[in-house]
């Protein structure tokens, strides 16, 4: 009967050998280094491994020679497409490299990052993609310590402890913020990432505060709250900024997420976009090309981003070193839910 049979032993190296008409050593450079075998041997060595569903031991290996050929990632957050492009090509880029990436989800958490961080090099992790800088130098010495090359994407700082591969997202942020001030805005709301453990965040508020300043408007015509990324936290926070008076007739997201959803909620309260009130956001996924109105965002690299990084940590893989930033510029990218201030009719 069936529950009597028992479990299948899993094939050895030995076997595929046997199978094969080669030696061990022979089997071993094909899997290794299958360059340096003929065609015809190498041929009969992966019929044999698909014959008898052999599978090498990797973690032997790993632990031979110190490398595991896999890197790890962790992004604060998988529940939307902000990430989502930038680590495609970062994974794309490592595979062309010969290297499996492993990812996981902090949800904006410092200690769960920690968490992450022991575990994947526990597991044998060659690198480390982190986002922003934002941890503490416990774990950054922990980092040092196990000599495991590490990069921060998502911004770019001089004279951190781990180099950088991103963008200035202050700048970024200036730029937008005085576009909107050209266009005549004075009473902006913002609607921000939470700003604690985020410099990506902070930095973007600190942004459109220094334009702010420079341009001598007040802190009473700046209306900031803080959310998670989310369409409908963007929605709500939307609602409570525009309760506020004077409203604010053009509001600065954080992100294109919490933009979608406050464009959704103008649309059910009754508020035209951007008649009576503008509305941009920042990182130009695809999805604020089919809001309507079409969303006014801040165009960040997240392809070019990701490849850049995935070379940074390579090459740091290979010369220690070689801890040189790479900065990448972004842009505005001027759609339709961004106008002038409405006229004020007396």
């Known amino acids: 009967m069936t529950r009597n049979m028992k ?31 003929v065609a015809s041997t190498r041929e009969k060595v992966s019929a044999a491994i698909t014959e008898l569903g052999y599978m090498p031991n990797f973690g032997a290996r790993a632990m031979a020679v110190r490398k595991t050929n896999t890197i790890g990632a962790i992004i604060p957050t998988m529940e939307n497409a902000i990430f989502a492009r930038g680590l ?33 090099i526990a597991r044998g992790a ?33 004279g951190t402890t781990l180099p950088s591969v991103g963008f200035d997202n202050k700048k970024a942020m200036q730029e937008m913020a005085n576009h909107v001030v050209e266009l005549g805005h004075s009473q902006i709301g913002v609607i921000s990432a939470q700003t604690s453990n985020n410099d990506r965040a902070r930095q973007r508020l600190a942004g459109i505060r220094e334009v702010f300043n420079a341009r001598n408007l007040v802190e009473d015509q700046l209306t900031v709250i803080e959310t998670a990324y989310g369409i409908e936290e963007g ?19 954080g992100n294109d997420v919490i933009a979608v959803g406050a464009i959704k909620r103008a649309r059910e309260l009754g508020i035209r976009v951007p008649d009576e009130v503008s509305i941009t956001g920042f990182d130009d996924i695809e999805l604020g090309q089919v ?22 940590l390579i090459a740091l893989l290979s010369d220690p070193k070689a801890t040189k ?16 201030a409405p006229v004020e009719h007396t």
Not at 9 to 27: E, F, Q, R
Not at 108 to 118: H, K
Not at 325 to 340: H, P, W
Request: aromatic share 6%; with cysteine.
């Open 88 to 120: 495609q090509a970062f994974q794309e880029e490592l595979r062309n490299q010969g290297f499996t990436l492993l990812v996981a989800s902090s949800a904006y958490d410092l200690d769960v990052e920690e968490e992450q961080i022991r575990s994947l």
């Open 126 to 158: 060659d690198g480390l993609l982190l986002i922003g800088h934002d941890r503490n130098q416990r774990i950054l010495s922990f980092i040092k310590q196990n000599q495991i090359p590490a990069i921060a994407a998502w911004t770019y700082e001089s």
């Open 7 to 37: 479990p299948r032993t899993p094939a050895t190296l030995i076997d595929v050998a046997k199978a094969a008409s080669v030696s061990t050593a022979t089997v071993s450079r094909c899997i290794n280094s299958p360059e340096k075998v």
């Open 291 to 312: 809001t309507f109105p079409t969303l006014t965002t801040v165009h960040v690299p997240h392809r070019e981003m990701g490849i850049a990084a995935a070379k940074s």
């Open 325 to 340: 930033s790479v900065k990448l510029e972004t842009s505005l990218i001027i759609r339709e839910s961004l106008a002038r």
């Open 235 to 253: 929605g709500q926070a939307f609602e409570k900024i525009v309760r506020r008076q004077p409203r604010p007739t053009a509001i600065i997201c």
